[in-house]
Nanobody
Framework: QVQLVESGGGLVQAGGSLRLSCVFSGDIFTDYRMGWYRQAPGKQRELVATINRYSTTNDADVVQVRFTISRDGDKKTVYFQMKSLKPEDTDVYYC????????????WGQGTKVTVSS
């Protein structure tokens, strides 16, 4: 059973940086496309960025050039580097694993809170 453990969230001032991490376990890491989503209270969860086994990324418009997704196959970890943070980036960020080889499956992490103060 796939498990995703996120870390790296916290409180940061506007203009600051954070790096989120998501450690994957329980299956073959390269069978999955990994992603980061975010969700504000009362709103739908939205895609921020995904990365596949070839490290090809797909970024939502919100990413612009401030955020970067990456993955480390040896550590089975996906990262989300956030720079020049804005108060509107305040959200709960969720790691997602979508199996793209074999039987389809989706797994979510527990979420990590990011708060950007003005």
């Amino acid at each position: 059973q796939v498990q995703l453990v996120e870390s790296g969230g916290g409180l940061v001032q506007a203009g600051g940086s954070l790096r989120l991490s998501c450690v994957f376990s329980g299956d073959i890491f390269t069978d999955y496309r990994m992603g980061w989503y975010r969700q504000a209270p009362g709103k739908q969860r939205e895609l921020v960025a995904t990365i596949n086994r070839y490290s090809t990324t797909n970024d939502a418009d919100v990413v612009q050039v401030r955020f970067t997704i990456s993955r480390d196959g040896d550590k089975k970890t996906v990262y989300f580097q956030m720079k020049s943070l804005k108060p509107e980036d305040t959200d709960v960020y969720y790691c997602n694993a979508e199996r793209i080889l074999g039987v389809k499956a989706t797994c979510w992490g527990q979420g990590t809170k990011v708060t950007v103060s003005s």
